[in-house]
Nanobody, 125 residues
Framework: QVQLVESGGGLVQAGASLRLSCAAS????????MAWFRQAPGKEREFVAF????????DYADSVKGRFTISRDNVPNMVYLQMNSLKPDDTAVYYC??????????????????WGQGTQVTVSS
């Protein structure tokens, strides 16, 4: 199983940018598709962005399209989430997740094989 550690969260003002990082170790990282999810207080964890094993295919939640960009470097084993034009509604704990194999893009949390511990992003108005 792959182990994941997120970093890069913080407190920013609306309109600012942040770049989240996720470091992976364990199983062969390039075999995994990766995603970012987020969970706001009192809400369920929700899909944010997805990237396939090679980085050639991505998908985003409608709420972040045009503002967030997911990317990866298989050497070293890193996944990134560039977040621009942040809004207070983006405030949440952000989680990195790994998926070993799939036929369609997995949007549900139950479909992922490994999770990081999360990093807090707080956007003030």
């Amino acid at each position: 199983q792959v182990q994941l550690v997120e970093s890069g969260g913080g407190l920013v003002q609306a309109g600012a940018s942040l770049r989240l990082s996720c470091a992976a170790s364990g199983r062969t990282f390039s075999n995994y598709a990766m995603a970012w999810f987020r969970q706001a207080p009192g809400k369920e964890r929700e899909f944010v962005a997805f990237i396939n094993w090679s980085g050639t295919s991505t998908d985003y939640a409608d709420s972040v399209k045009g503002r967030f960009t997911i990317s990866r470097d298989n050497v070293p084993n890193m996944v990134y989430l560039q977040m621009n034009s942040l809004k207070p509604d983006d405030t949440a704990v952000y989680y990195c997740a790994a998926k070993g194999g799939y036929s369609r893009i997995p949007y549900a949390t139950s479909m992922y094989d490994g999770w990081g511990q999360g990093t807090q992003v707080t956007v003030s108005s």
